[in-house]
């Protein structure tokens, strides 16, 4: 009992939804009289069945979501214009040479001013995105501080301050003025706050800034330029500078 | 400039994508650059990022399960999904409308062949082993065969890997991917009757070693 050849491609075609109306009526008057065609039919269904039941669909594996972004990254990163006075006259502009430009650029550049300030506020609503507020997500910080090996070339602290009332959520890698940043997410209330950590020297006594009705707090310590971003009020967010610059003393 | 453009791990919507299949023109002498796997060439324009992460992330597992089935190379697939996906970052003004699936789909196709190509003979998925594979399927062994039937996930892979690459082509883009046979038409550049019968063939291939279809109508 087998199908009759010159229905198959068609019977393929019904359990595909892919038969007009038309050929629908006449296959399936066709079917009601042939077992062998019905038969058919119910096997293909059956194969699809078990490939749909199956998970053979490959997932991508987390290292090319990891190049694809350095890869996007790299290509959103800012053009080699030249900035606080860099001379790019000697640089040759081939190929490779401007790319070996753009990334000398980016670690010659150091964040300032007002420009900084309004960026890290941008990195503070991107964040909020849902997709985007963190990479790793827990409350571990001994799982959030190993997370960021190999991702940035220093060891951002990583602290819980839950017992502070700023819960720690996860981490992330940013961007900030070019470059790669490591940034910790902690909630105070309904308020998301964002700890952007890079290497640099900033003075250790905390100022307290405001952009777009966001408060910024920048302080330094230990070789790094730590930036708390919030729409939490003014003395949440010092408290909690407070509490992680003594957490991390 | 952008921080972290791709959300980590977000699992890809089922969802068929059978919209008009306009993608073709914008492909066919589009993106069909030769530059090495992983390069990040100055890109054209500004930000496309947030498009790319509306319109092309979500697609991203299926574009390297793509790759995977082509290439069946875990590492290969990550190079040509990776070039993929760039390519189709550069190139995402091209959609215009059309449906993002088919026109990845056909952007992953393309850049396996270009891996092919620069990969001939390097490996053993290339074209030789193609053709030694599809004249001796001999090695599928009744234990695997028992697997399949068990609804064992590897040895069902291994299946779909072993048939021959226009039908195992034709059944990952119907089957896992669910796009129409209009969509595998323009992706694969063959007939609607090619894709179905291309697709009877390897459902019959893979329906056979399941205990399902019989041998031969």
């Known amino acids: 009992m087998s199908a009759c050849p010159d229905k198959e491609l068609l019977l393929h075609a019904l359990a595909d939804g892919e038969l007009d109306a038309g050929n629908v009526l006449a296959l399936e008057a066709h079917l009601a009289t042939c077992p062998g065609c019905a038969a058919e039919l119910a096997a293909i269904r059956e194969v699809k069945a078990q490939l749909k039941a199956a998970p053979v669909a490959y997932a991508a594996p987390k290292s090319l979501y990891d190049r694809l972004d350095a890869a996007l990254a790299e290509a959103e990163a800012p053009p080699p214009a030249p900035r606080r006075g860099m001379r790019f006259e000697t640089w040759v502009l081939s190929g490779t040479g401007a790319a070996i430009a753009a990334s000398i650029a980016l670690m010659a550049i150091l964040p300032s001013g007002a420009s900084l300030q309004s960026e890290l506020v941008d990195a503070q609503a991107r964040s909020l995105d849902a997709q985007h507020l963190v990479d790793v997500q827990t409350s571990d910080r001994h799982t959030v501080k190993p997370w960021f090996n190999g991702k940035v070339d220093f060891a951002p602290p990583v602290v819980d301050l839950a017992s502070q009332g700023y819960p720690l959520v996860g981490g992330r890698l940013d961007r900030i003025d070019g470059k790669r940043v490591a940034a910790l997410v902690f909630h105070r209330g309904p308020h998301v706050i964002n700890l952007f950590i890079w290497p640099g020297d900033a003075p250790s006594d905390p100022v307290m800034q405001q952009d777009k009705g966001y408060n910024l707090v920048r302080w330094g310590r230990g070789g790094l330029v730590f930036w708390a971003v919030s729409d939490c009020d003014p003395a949440a967010l010092t408290g909690f500078q407070q509490d992680f610059a003594a957490a991390t003393k | ?217």
């Open chain 2, 1 to 217: 400039m952008s921080g972290r453009l791709l959300p980590f791990r977000r699992s890809a919507p089922r969802a068929a994508a059978s919209g008009p299949a306009s993608f073709s023109s914008a492909l066919r002498g589009g993106p069909r650059s030769t530059e090495p796997a992983g390069a990040a060439a100055p890109f054209p324009r500004p930000s496309e990022a947030p498009r790319f992460r509306e319109l092309i992330v979500p697609h991203i597992d299926a574009a390297y399960s793509l790759a995977r089935y082509l290439a069946r190379d875990a590492t290969a697939a990550e190079d040509i999904a990776q070039e993929a996906l760039l390519k189709a970052y550069r190139n995402i003004d091209s959609l215009r409308g059309a449906a993002v699936k088919p026109w990845l789909m056909a952007i992953v196709r393309n850049a396996y062949f270009d891996w092919r190509r620069r990969d001939n003979g390097r490996t053993v998925t290339g074209p030789a082993a193609e053709v030694a594979m599809a004249e001796a399927p001999a090695e599928q062994s009744s234990a695997e065969d028992e697997l399949i039937r068990q609804g064992d996930v590897a040895a069902l892979r291994r299946a779909i890997e072993t048939i021959p690459e226009p039908f195992r082509e034709a059944l990952v883009l119907r089957d896992l991917d669910e796009l129409s046979y209009r969509d595998v038409a323009e992706i694969t550049g063959v007939p609607m009757g090619t894709v179905m019968s291309r697709l009877a063939r390897a459902r019959r291939m893979l329906g056979e070693r399941m205990g399902i279809l019989e041998a031969t109508a």
